[in-house]
């Protein structure tokens, strides 16, 4: 799971990356600059719900400072 979460959250920093050297390099392209956005927020969203059901089915647990 830990390898999964890692994997998602570059995939999302990558397409930032990407979104902002794409808006710096071409110009601003508003329908690829959608699409980019769109997809990453998508990751994310998707990121936070398969980690709130992992959690839910005690897949994985919170780290708690005691």
Do not use: C, D, P
């Amino acid at each position: 799971m830990q390898l999964f979460v890692m994997l998602i959250f570059a995939v999302v920093l990558g397409m930032l990356v990407w979104s902002l050297y794409r808006l710096i390099a071409a110009g601003s392209k508003s329908r690829q600059q959608v699409r980019t956005l769109t997809v990453r927020v998508a990751l994310s969203l998707s990121l936070f719900v398969v980690l709130y059901v992992a959690w839910y089915f005690a897949l994985v647990e919170a780290n708690t400072a005691q």
